[in-house]
């Protein structure tokens, strides 16, 4: 081989090991920062406290949420940015004071509630996993959870004046159940009690979906923080 074919090569093998090199290092860089959505875990905050005020959600001692989460506003769910514990709810308006603390070993896929309850002085938490076997074709389920705090002795659910939830007591969670789609109405009364504490009209059951019905607030209340209820859609 000639001195000038031996150089060419020299110079082809160099760069082609540094081609190798680069795109090695370019396919590192993008495994380390990777999105956040491919945890692919869901997270989602209910305060339900009437007097805890604007709270925030830290993670790695970062708040990850934008917006305040406030009293029976509901956010929706996001995207996780670590599963590194603890999950702190800290308080926005008293120096940043951790309320609530959470080490929760979550897993790929799933969704979760966090249910902020009760009274600051004493608060309680509702934690759930909202992901479920699909129901059958044409069916939708639907659970119930109980975050009010109300004295009662449990609370019984109707749909469509059938009942569907009996005696669930404050901060029980049930299982899902299947029921037809369609549009339902939900009434909600203490255990044994003829008395609507309230009624939920046309919610609609949709083919394939999870829904979560959860009451929050208290009985003795008329003011915002009188009993309420509301419905999450899972999936």
């Not at 209910?46 to 956010?75: A, E, F, H, K």
């Not at 919610?203 to 209820?229: C, E, H, K, P, V």
Request: positive net charge; aromatic residues 12%.
């Amino acid at each position: 081989m000639t001195p000038d074919k031996k150089k060419t090569l020299f110079w082809f093998l160099l760069l082609l090991g540094g081609g190798w090199f680069l795109t090695n290092a370019s396919s590192c860089g993008k495994q380390g920062n990777a999105s956040p959505k491919g945890l692919n875990i869901q997270y989602h905050v209910l305060n339900l406290s009437p007097d805890l005020n604007p709270v925030g959600l830290y993670i790695d001692n970062r708040q990850v949420n934008t917006v305040p989460y406030t009293y029976g506003v509901d956010q929706g769910y996001f995207y996780i940015p670590s599963t590194d514990t603890p999950y702190q709810i800290r308080s926005i308006q008293f120096n940043g004071t951790t309320l609530v603390r959470r080490d929760d070993i979550l897993k790929s896929g799933a969704k979760y509630t966090l249910y902020i309850a009760g009274l600051r002085a004493a608060l309680d938490t509702i934690f759930t996993v909202d992901t479920a076997s699909l129901p059958a074709l044409g069916r939708g389920k639907i659970r119930f959870v109980n975050a009010s705090p109300s004295e009662l002795g449990g609370l019984d659910v109707f749909a469509n004046g059938t009942k569907a939830f009996a005696g669930t007591v404050y901060k029980k969670v049930t299982k899902y159940i299947e029921v037809p789609i369609g549009n339902y109405d939900l009434q909600i009364n203490a255990t044994g009690s003829p008395a609507v504490l309230k009624d939920l009209p046309g919610i609609t059951i949709q083919d394939g979906r999870l829904y979560t019905l959860y009451t929050f607030g208290y009985t003795s209340r008329a003011d915002s923080a009188a009993f309420n209820a509301a419905v999450i859609t899972n999936r």
